[in-house]
């Protein structure tokens, strides 16, 4: 990686000098994953014994032992606890280096937001497509609702939208909430309902995705603050999966997709007199981050558009 040449200078002495080489960031990160010099130095090109200097080096300048070097390398305290700063170096200098090139070149930036896959579909699918040429968000990442923020941590999306409170670390706008279902074919007896109870839910078959996902976990805390038991008769991973159970008649399905199938939509109450449940979702980013200023724009971007749908 070009940024691995780079040097980013600290601001406070490490070692005998002010300044950390990202290259070797970027050698103990792949020595980290990898879990072992041999195999870092193989997937990195270069010599063993260059690498296991390299290492060394770094370790000195860093006045602190990353690994212990026994019959089998192994992180130590410190070097799990600098493994999120080195990420967040590389991440930090790879930004900086599209945003200078940006400066010199006709194209446009373009960003990556993360999501999981029901709010990628019904939310950050429809958004993009919404913008039109003028939209800066050109890659999406799916993945599980308990992984969204890691794609930040990682450098993998500049803004996600969660399911789940985000780390105080970071800034965030509440985009909306997605309400959560009991979703029924058209024939069937809840087919009609305004609403449904918790308790008329726990008298049928139940379809709903696993516990990876937030539905899933706010149904089962709603079951349980109610005192009542409830007949999961599928668990699926894909919420798809669950639905076409419910249009075969063999479940009620519990989601906050948007139904498919000719399902019928039914909100959910843990009582007559209580609030529907729903999800609330958060678009979340780095404040940190050199796009900072058009992320809090796009995360505005997404209320209104989520509020208009």
């Known amino acids: 990686m070009p940024v691995y040449e780079e040097v980013v200078h600290f601001g406070m002495p490490i070692g005998h000098t002010n300044y950390v080489d990202l290259r070797l960031v970027g050698y103990f990160l792949k020595i980290y994953e990898l879990g072992s010099i041999s195999a870092a130095a193989k ?54 280096e599209i945003k200078v090139k940006s400066l010199t070149s006709s ?91 918790l308790a008329e839910i726990s008298s049928y078959p139940i379809a709903i995705v696993d516990d990876n996902h937030n539905v899933r976990r706010i149904m089962d805390d709603a079951f349980a603050q109610a005192g009542l038991s409830s007949d999961i008769a599928f668990e699926t991973q894909s919420t798809h999966a669950s639905q076409a159970l419910a249009a075969a008649h063999k479940a009620i399905c519990v989601s906050s997709d948007d139904p498919r199938y000719g399902l019928i939509p039914i909100p959910i109450r843990k009582q007559a007199n209580s609030e529907e449940l729903a999800i609330t979702l958060f678009a979340s980013w780095d404040p940190l981050h050199y796009a900072a200023d058009f992320l809090e724009k796009t995360a505005k971007d997404l209320e209104a558009f989520y509020l208009l749908r």
């Open 43 to 96: 997937d990195l090109h270069v010599g063993q014994p260059s690498l296991s200097r390299q290492l060394q080096r770094f370790e000195r300048q860093l006045g602190v032992s990353l690994f212990d070097h026994g019959l089998r390398l192994t992180p130590t305290a410190a070097g799990v606890a600098f493994v999120p700063i080195a990420r967040d170096l590389l991440n930090r200098a790879s930004q900086a």
């Open 107 to 197: 194209t446009s930036l373009r960003f990556t937001i993360a999501g999981p896959p029901t709010t990628v579909a019904d939310v950050i699918a429809p958004f993009i497509a919404a913008a039109g040429t003028a939209g800066l968000l050109t890659n999406i990442r799916e993945c599980l609702p308990n992984a969204v923020y890691k794609e930040l941590e990682l450098g993998r999306a500049d803004i996600v939208i969660g399911t789940s409170p985000p780390p105080a670390r970071l800034r965030f706008r509440t985009v909306g909430a997605a309400p959560i279902w009991a979703q029924v074919p058209s024939n069937h007896d809840l087919a009609k309902n305004e609403f449904v109870s």
